[in-house]
T-cell receptor, first 115, second 111 residues
Framework: GAVVSQHPSRVICKSGTSVKIECRSLDFQATTMFWYRQFPKQSLMLMAT?????????EQGVEKDKFLINHASLTLSTLTVTSAHPEDSSFYIC???????????FGSGTRLTVV | GQQLNQSPQSMFIQEGEDVSMNCTSSSIFNTWLWYKQDPGEGPVLLIALYKAGELTSNGRLTAQFGITRKDSFLNISASIPSDVGIYFCAGQHSDAGKSTFGDGTTLTVKP
């Protein structure tokens, strides 16, 4: 089945710095990827839809200048958390869909801790 | 925005017992999905449902797409310790569309 690779799995950064998270679709092409954020013991909240070759679509309340999304190829989308603050600490997860599959495949997530 | 009401929030059961959880929505979905998430990992798709009334099984798991298209349930039969985790329902309006997730059901199985 489809595999989505997400990197890094864990990252600790200082306040004010930026962090880039990569999401790769392995062995399939994904014109659309989704980025979610999950707080402890809570559900997944959709942040944005990443579209290959065009601008991402952000959900209401998500700052596009803070969470930069780049979907430069059919197998790679990146999420950059700019000028990170402790409240940005969370679990970030991406997902993508292979055309022949049911449902979306999720990456293994990135645990971001901002200190 | 849309909301999915998932219940129960948590369950504590003995190994071997059956489990049932459900999701309801105020709006209609064209697709219902059930995922399981282990700690520190991304969700893994268990079952996808595409038609109202559809009943689908995956091993000990059975899920149904409600006739009204506003609800779905997931049953787990003869639970085992590795069933422990958080189960999420998700609704989609289209196959290529984004998913709205329920709040999850945390399952604990006592050996």
């Amino acid at each position: 089945g489809a595999v989505v690779s997400q990197h890094p799995s864990r990252v600790i950064c200082k306040s004010g710095t930026s962090v880039k998270i990569e999401c790769r679709s392995l062995d399939f092409q994904a014109t659309t990827m989704f980025w979610y954020r999950q707080f402890p013991k809570q559900s997944l909240m959709l942040m944005a839809t990443s579209n290959e070759g065009s601008k991402a679509t952000y959900e209401q309340g998500v700052e596009k200048d803070k969470f930069l999304i780049n979907h430069a190829s059919l197998t790679l989308s990146t999420l950059t958390v700019t000028s990170a603050h402790p409240e940005d600490s969370s679990f970030y997860i991406c997902s993508a869909k292979d055309r022949g599959d049911y449902g979306y495949t999720f990456g293994s997530g990135t645990r971001l801790t901002v200190v | 925005g849309q909301q999915l009401n998932q219940s129960p929030q948590s369950m504590f059961i003995q190994e071997g017992e059956d489990v049932s959880m459900n999701c309801t929505s105020s709006s209609i979905f064209n697709t219902w999905l059930w995922y399981k998430q282990d700690p520190g990992e991304g969700p893994v798709l268990l079952i996808a449902l595409y038609k109202a009334g559809e009943l689908t099984s995956n091993g000990r798991l059975t899920a149904q797409f409600g006739i009204t298209r506003k609800d779905s349930f997931l049953n787990i039969s003869a639970s085992i310790p590795s069933d422990v985790g958080i189960y999420f329902c998700a609704g989609q309006h289209s196959d290529a569309g984004k998913s709205t997730f329920g709040d999850g059901t945390t399952l604990t199985v006592k050996p």
